[in-house]
Structure formats: C-alpha cells, structure tokens
C-alpha cells in the first residue's frame, strides 16, 4: 500500500507570491490533516479535512487555506507569501479516530 | 499552539543505554502518541496510549502515562545508532477535534556508536 505522497518535495519563493502544495492520503483515507513545523514555533496544526469538507481549523491567518477532493488528494494554498511561512509542511492521512500517517513533507522556503 | 514542554530538549547517549524522555500537557485528553522524526523528514508513530491506560509496550518502547500529573514518558531501551531521530509526544484531545494532533517541541537524542 502506498503512503502519503506530497508533492513538491522542495520549493522556493518569493515573498508576495502564492504556493500550492498538494498531498495523496493513503487510498481509502478520508481524513487529512496538515502541520507547518517551524525551528521557533515546532509543529503546529494548521487544518483537517474530511469528505471535502473542513473538519478543524488551527490559528493561522486566512492567507493559508485548503480544499479537499473527492479523491480524498488534498491541497493547501497559501497567498502572499511571508518569510516567516519559510516550514517544512507535513500532510497527513488517517481513517476515522485512527493514528495519522504522515507524508515526507514540502520544505518551503521564502527568499 | 504547543501542549506543552517535552524533557529534555536534546539527550546524548552511547549504544546500548536506555534512553528516557518525559512529555507534559496541559488539556484532557483522549489518548497520547509518540513520533519520530529523522533530520527534517516525515514523522513516524511509534505508539498510542489511550486516556485510561498506564502503561504500554512496544518492542523496545515502553510508554507511561499519568493523566493525574497530565504527564508521558517514553523509554527506548538497549538504544542503536539507529533511533538517532527526534522524539514528539502528540496529544489528541478528543474525538470532536477529529484528526487534530497537538505537539509537543520534541526531544533530539543521538545515540551513538
């Protein structure tokens, strides 16, 4: 069985531009959840969604923001782009009230 | 936001030992797990204990938990160059949040040879 697969692995930007990042759960997961890990902040929870729709949400400011399709493949957006969003973000997928698998992350970085 | 504090933040020790790290929360909770993450890269679960359980094991991972003083620990015993990686207690607190994990900052252990 395959696992969380997040695509890109790695990405560059620059302040002010938008970034879609993408991530496949593992086939028949519903459930997918993202973290941004930061050296300063650790690892923080930025949002679940389940069957397309957003199920939790953490305190990020509305430039970061997501969708869910009906695959279960999940994509987060995030839109004028800070240096501080510089993070690994980690894509996860779980079945319901299971433990979560985790993808091998997209390192953003800011320029 | 973090649950709270994991002890301690980096721990350096020779093949073969035991290795102890300690993790606190502060909420109620539904159950605890331990990851693991090698230099910048995916975490990977290594156990769940649930709210009303003690103690649990796994191979070479015993995991303690003490809902009265909102406290884990976790110990890897007989440790290999291998478990080189750092350590996060996450925290689930209950089935309303769904997927929703809360970390700890994490504990970095070198093991070495």
């Known amino acids: 069985k395959a696992g969380v697969t997040q695509t890109p692995r790695y990405l560059i930007k620059t302040r002010g531009q938008q970034v879609t990042l993408s991530c496949s759960p593992i086939?028949?997961?519903?459930?997918v959840s993202w973290y941004q890990q930061t050296p300063g902040q650790g690892l923080q929870f930025l949002f679940e969604y389940f069957s397309e729709t957003q199920r939790n949400k953490g305190n990020f400011p509305g430039r970061f923001s997501g969708r869910q399709f009906s695959n279960s493949r999940s994509e987060m957006n995030v839109s004028t782009l800070e240096l501080g969003d510089s993070a690994l973000y980690l894509c996860?997928?779980?079945?319901?009230?299971?433990?979560?698998?985790f993808g091998a992350g997209t390192r953003l970085s800011v320029l | 936001s973090q649950q709270g504090e994991e002890d301690p933040q980096a721990l350096s020790i020779q093949e073969g030992e035991n290795a102890t790290m300690n993790c606190s929360y502060k909420t109620s909770i539904n159950n605890l797990q331990w990851y693991r993450q090698n230099s910048g890269r995916g975490l990977v679960h290594l156990i769940l204990i649930r709210s009303n359980e003690r103690e649990k094991h796994s191979g070479r991972l015993r995991v303690t938990l003490d809902t009265s003083k909102k406290s884990s620990s976790l110990l890897i015993t007989a440790s290999r160059a291998a478990d080189t990686a750092s350590y996060f207690c996450?925290?689930?607190?209950?089935?309303?949040?769904?997927?929703?994990?809360?970390f700890g900052q994490g504990t970095e252990l070198s093991v070495k040879p």
């Open positions: 086939s028949g997961h519903r459930s």
């Open positions: 996860a997928s779980s079945l319901p009230g299971d433990i979560q698998y």
């Open positions: 996450a925290t689930h607190e209950d089935y309303n949040q769904g997927g929703k994990l809360i």
